[in-house]
């Protein structure tokens, strides 16, 4: 099992350009997400999928899109990129059982926007 | 306040030492939560789920304390390899939303 999957592993784009940030779990897992991470502000969820054709808001969802594509994929896209969306994206997938829904994490995408 | 709230460090602890450090939490309602370590310039990983009584996993024990509303997490003899950032993990009441603190890094030193 590969796990969670993510490309790319790094990224520089210019501000306006356009982007997806690709993720697939092989463990059929119902639930996925993405986060990002910047110093000092730990994880902080973008975008969340609890299964196959819905997607929900997280913590800081602007500026960004997510397609759950099937169970296995979850993308994210920046339609115009800022600096601000600097940071380290994290895609995960979590099990669904009651009161212990722990989460499996994807190695990450390192993104500069300039 | 932030959700969840942990002492950044870095905490410095010799080989073989034993370090502990607390992590507290807003929300009255949540239920679960969760210790995950990360390594430099890595994905974070599950260390030990939490439970209501204590749990121990080798050299880790993680207690919660529901009334004060904090989990923690203590390393015996800590090895070289123990190195790392942990990051405290609760989930709320509803749905399958983590919210993560910001991390403890700890350094064990020969």
């Known amino acids: 099992n590969a796990g969670v999957t993510q490309t790319p592993k790094f990224q520089v784009l210019k501000t306006g350009q356009s982007m997806t940030l690709q993720c697939a779990q092989d463990m059929n897992h119902n639930s996925m997400y993405w986060y990002r991470q910047d110093p000092g502000m730990g994880l902080r969820l973008i975008y969340y999928?609890?299964?196959?054709?819905?997607?929900d808001k997280g913590e800081v969802p602007n500026g960004y899109n997510v397609s759950r594509l099937n169970k296995r994929e979850f993308s994210l896209r920046l339609e115009s990129a800022a600096p601000s969306q600097t940071s380290v994206y994290f895609c995960?997938?979590?099990?669904?059982?009651?009161?212990?829904?722990?989460?499996?994490f994807g190695p990450g995408t390192r993104l500069t926007v300039l | 306040r932030k959700e969840v709230e942990q002492d950044p460090g870095p905490f410095n602890v010799p080989e073989g030492a034993t370090v502990a450090f607390n992590c507290t939490y807003s929300n009255s309602a949540s239920q679960s939560f969760f210790w995950y370590r990360q390594d430099c310039r890595k994905e974070p990983k599950l260390l030990m789920s939490?439970?209501?009584s204590g749990n121990e996993d080798g050299r880790f024990t993680a207690q919660l304390n529901r009334a004060s509303q904090y989990i923690s997490l203590l390393i015996r003899d800590s090895k070289l390899s123990d190195s790392a950032t942990y990051l405290c993990v609760v989930n709320g009441a509803a749905g399958n939303k983590l919210t993560f603190g910001g991390g403890t890094r700890v350094l064990v030193k020969p």
């Open positions: 939490v439970y209501s």
């Open positions: 999928s609890a299964s196959e054709g819905t997607t």
């Open positions: 995960a997938s979590g099990r669904d059982r009651v009161g212990n829904n722990e989460q499996f």
